[in-house]
């Protein structure tokens, strides 16, 4: 059975990515199509006072605008999601800025053209009034009193704030031996996918059905949101190869699909947008940048005993996602550690800035970053070893599975192995003695040994957690389908219900489909795009990179097998054998051992589409299966009671990582010497695609340490909107990643698979910081904020203390 | 990121650019390689009615040795300077220098003349053809003239240029044994320059430094010439403690920049410990 799963196969998209034969939304072209420029704030927070497209529509070439006033008049709010259920005034966020707009870049109207250049004259034609308004930037200046307010209906700018706790916090930090302390800041960056946002809308006002073509990673909130905001029925949703998701392209990007279909209506004329780099460096949506006040209390030993910690959220000009980062705190709250009393308290702040998104680990790479910089500091304070502190208090292999004080199930994970196999693999106490000799030397070579959990496949009850007054909950657990159809020629198709962006869906599915069915992944192919018409809904999955495995694999497994038994029932009918006593190979179903008794899927499909009397009384014509997959083990703590323990996420993977870095002094420039990861992603299917979000995410972890990010001028104005400014490491600066797997497959999962997605992301911050902190040793610093760019870094070096040469 | 509409005309002698120049002199720009100014079309920070392309002038893509110097065109993309023997055997501070420009892509399409005449304050050939002492030649409807390095950038993305005036070539002189070295602080491999530093040095037999010349962009809104630190290495044998010196006087006068990517002061380190890192270079060149 295992012919295909764990091994690599040749891939099925890449060959065409890499020819540039994909067909990404960008390249369809439908007759009488128009081009559409989203009208967009320069000013940070400002009162629209008047739009006038007035000059615009001279030019007969422009053939719709969409105003402020259109979207009031022509659309409805969207409906509040489950990360703003926690205000206590419901505000109303439509496609577009109605009467204020709250960063630079936000949207509030959009133009149609005959063409491309056209629709830019005519953005600029087009008279818009504002009135400046004070610009809210600092989140500490945001919280207080006198700062100029973002939602005049809420009356303050801390939007959100609550408070979490499990076990006994207070008594763990009466009877600690010691309290450590420190504040951490990690800062606002994204994955900026190549491929920015791109839409293409269709209105047929005959049949009032609506086709969108869109570049998205969850169907579902896009269907959702043109069905809320424009009030249609008839929706399609089709989604392209998508040139690289990470969270970019699951929320903000509903705005600009219904500000475009409005194009559309308005003009009876397919409409395309494609979004301009700096447009989505500026609007696009951002990690959010978060301000930790932590607390640890310890024993003497290096037993940690409780942790406790306050959060302050950056969250930026929008509502929507005002709670996000703070409630995926708990996917990790305990990352890898047997510390049973945990406390913490979210702020959310909203400010002049560019919203807030789901981004590769959303909010667990903080949450890491608070664990992993705690545990150095513990050990510095108890002049104990930060390898001898983490090992003190993993949790142990036999104790899983594991219940977290706050309501996970840890399935399965040998911590003390990896990190065991991750310091061998470093040879660690030969690399401290090196270490030591080249210090002698004048050389600051900096190693960092971080370890973390990758929580993996989402629970939709989750955020109830903090928001106890809801009486239902938003969603819970996750559903996800798959169909698979045997051909009459003997191949098989699969429709998944989430879209391909990179991951290799397409390569992974097939492999798990040949070996359940007896077949081989060449004779499989899955159909991209999705097409909401067609495909079964993946409303779990929905191309998040740690839900694939558990609700897309889990779905295809379903399916697969569904269908198995309805070719073997089909076979054996044939065959007039009983159905136990056939086999599959390579599309044959046979008794084993006899030359005659056997059949192909050619064959069977023939029969299943064609041939009634060949088909036995009690079995549906066809050879189709359709499973929708939910966790089986979802329970207890699916959705939060009043203890509000909650299972926030269903499987986890694990990693422990190594960074060796060498610090310059003279320029604070920080070079990766070795980067290392001894990961547990449980059962790997494909070992090629697993170790690509290895790297993919080790590699944006470490650009994000080092200095990637998106800066603010204190007016409120972004300062990054290239490449050129954001600072992204290119292929020059990135390490090579060495990466070995210990798995420990899940007991709870069909082929024992857990996620890999967010992956390296989630730790790899904190690991650099580790380093950098460690090569500084001789200077007696601490490693506090991330980024460490070149500057920040020689300014700790030099013990200069103005390390905050910005306000902003 | 469609240009606004600009008439665009693309002259094939030297005579009629300028002339059509001339005529449009109040809302024309050069297209040369393109890397600078197709960037700022595309945004819409520049738009200028008329565009004269100057890639089908003939002539202008040549290197020539003459009377002790080496006439550069002023089409000479980057990629044709690095790869150019000649260079590397007369003047290899160019090709040290262009190495260092961008990446690829852009070394190929991105040309010297182009590169001067935006006099981008971060460029990399600016502090380059400064530490070189060399001329440029400009031609416009008043005919040529040679304009000297030091007295041709003013200010940023401003030089004696007028608009009507393309710049058709750069005389540098053959460096014989001198000394060269360039190098560069970027926050990636391609990035602009935080701090770039082109030395050249000429020592006698007995490692006596009889000149010393140190460009440096990036850093204030033009490339310069480090006099204080050229005046302090000069006559002297160069030791690890003089350059050090040197460099601390490279930045003295110079009002420094700051920026997302770096502050005045983290700047003004850094090109001290270029300048000295630089002259380390060149001395093992």
Known sequence: MDNFIGKRTRSKEGPRHVTGRGLYTDDFRLPGMLHAMILRSPHAHARIVSVDPGEALKNPNVVAVVTPQDIKQTTKPFKPGRYAAGLKRSIDEYAGATEKVRYVGEPFGAVAARDRGTAEDALEQIQVEYEPLRPVVDVREAMKPSSAVLFDELGTNLAWNGSLSYGDVEGAFKSADRVVKENLKIHRYSSTPLEPFIVIASYDAASKRLTVWVTAQVPEVIYDGLREALGLQDIRVIIPDVGGGFGQKIHLIRKYVVLVSLLSMKSGRPVKWVEDRSEHMMAGGHACAQEFEAEMAVKNDGTVIGLRFKEYDDVGGSISTLTIHFTNKLNNLSNTYRVRNIALEGFAVVTNKCPVIPNRGIGKPGMCYVWERMMDRVAQELNLTPIEVRRKNLIQPDEMPYATPSGNVYDSGDYPGLLQGLLEKIEYDKLREEQRREREKGRLIGIGVVIAVEPGGRNAARDMAIFPEMKEPPGSGGVNGAKIKLEKNGTLSLHLGSPNCGQAHETTTAQVAADLLGTTPDKISTSIPFDSDLSPWGVAAANSGNNFHLYDIGAIHGAATRLREKVLKLAAHNLQVDPSELTIEDGVVKVPGSATKQITFAELGRIAYNNQHLIPDDLEAGLEATYYYTFPHAKPNLVPGAERLVRAQFTFSAGAHAAIVEVDKNTGAVHVLRYLIVGDNGTVINPDVVNGQVFGSAAHGIAVALGEGFIYSPEGQPLTVTYLDYGKCSAAETPRVEVMHRPSPSPWTALGQKAAGEG?????????????????????????????????????????PESERRSY | MIPAAFEYYAPRSLDEAVTFLAAHRDDVKILSGGQSLM?????????????????????????????????????????QIENSDLLQKYCPLLPQTATNVADVQVRNRGTIGGSIAHADPAGDMPATIMALDAEIKAVGPNGERWVKAEDFFLGLLMSVLEPDEIVTAVKVPITGNDKTGYLKAAPRSSGFAVVGVAVRLALDPSNTCQRAAIGITGITDKAFRAQHAERLLTGKKLDAKLIDQAAAESTRNIDVIEDINGSTEYRTHLTHVYVARAIQAALQS
């Open chain 2, 39 to 79: 960037p700022l079309l595309k945004m819409r920070l520049s738009k200028p009615a008329h565009i004269v392309d100057i890639g089908r002038i003939p002539d202008l893509d040549t290197i020539t040795e003459e009377d002790g110097h080496l006439i550069l065109g002023g089409l000479i993309t980057y990629a």
């Open chain 1, 760 to 800: 390296a992301a989630i730790p790899s911050p904190a690991a650099l910081a580790s380093a950098v902190e460690d090569a500084l040793t001789p200077f007696g610093v601490k490693v506090c904020d991330l980024p460490l760019t070149p500057e920040a870094v020689w300014r700790l070096a030099n013990h200069n």
